[in-house]
């Protein structure tokens, strides 16, 4: 059973004092691949030595997640800009908007959203999409650069069926992690409805651990508690999901 993360910040602080461990957990639970998300350039030099350190396992992303999105914005998207010249990854992400914490740069985010997408574009890449209470603003500019050019996994999706569908309209994989083992996470009450075509796994570890770690630091190997709740959801066996959003992973990155 080959299972892949398709968003782990396993650079994070989090994990300073056990990372090989961890990873040697998830790969002991059948976890071989994991896509590493980008936040802003601090942490560029710990993606970097990840990747160097397990090169058939972690794959990165890059691009400017939208809390980040501060004064320096531009200088940030400079950088950014700057390491797609240099070297390949495989996604743009995560990039979007967020206004659970912080409206004051709403501008800044939509404009740093959109100029990160004509990136993906350029680079005929998939964009990874974090969106935090801010649906109405993603789908915005997502139908203004609407096309067979633009593609990607729509983050920790935690929205209702009819958002499900419009993210799928837009050539879109529905994220999935630990929300959907939350007792009012409230996705779980119609993902039966949405194809497992549509559908990658992620645990954005190490945050939004599954029950019954919630509350904990999450790692890339809890995943195996979000294939056993899609696997009672879909009335299907985990290897088969394990198997059906692997190769959905494999669609969207192209690896």
């Known amino acids: 059973m080959i299972i892949t993360d398709t968003h ?3 650079y994070s602080e989090a994990f300073d004092e056990d990372r090989d461990e961890i990873i040697q957990k998830a790969l002991d639970a059948g976890v071989q691949r994991f896509f590493i998300p980008a936040i802003d350039s601090a942490y560029t030099d ?5 990747e160097s350190r397990y090169p058939d396992n972690v794959f990165l992303m890059m691009g400017l997640h939208p809390t980040h999105v501060k004064e320096n914005y531009k200088e940030e998207l400079a950088h950014v800009e700057q390491l797609f010249s240099e070297r390949s ?5 995560e990039i979007g908007i967020d206004l659970y914490w912080d409206k004051t740069y709403l501008k800044q985010q939509q404009e740093a959203f959109v100029y990160q ?3 993906a574009k350029k680079h005929q890449l998939p964009i990874v999409i974090h969106s935090r209470e801010s649906f109405d603003e993603i789908f915005e500019i997502l139908e203004q650069e609407k096309g067979d050019d633009l593609y990607g996994i729509f983050h920790c999706f935690t929205g209702t069926f009819e958002q499900a569908e419009k993210a799928i309209s837009c050539n879109m994989k529905l994220g999935i992690g630990g929300v959907a083992t939350f007792k009012n996470g409230k996705i779980d009450q119609f993902l039966n409805e949405i194809a497992l075509k549509h559908i990658v796994l992620e645990t954005d570890s190490p945050y939004l651990a599954p029950v019954p770690f919630r509350g904990k630091r999450n790692e890339s190997s809890y995943i195996i508690k979000v294939l056993e ?3 009672s959801i879909y009335g299907i066996s ?3 999901i394990a198997s059906i ?3 959905n992973s494999k ?5």
């Open 46 to 50: 710990a993606m970097m030595d990840l």
């Open 238 to 240: 985990m290897e088969e």
């Open 245 to 247: 959003t692997t190769e």
């Open 89 to 93: 990854f495989y996604a743009v992400g």
């Open 229 to 231: 709740k899609l696997s």
């Open 251 to 255: 669609q969207v990155f192209g690896i």
């Open 117 to 119: 997408i004509q990136l």
């Open 8 to 10: 782990t910040h396993l």
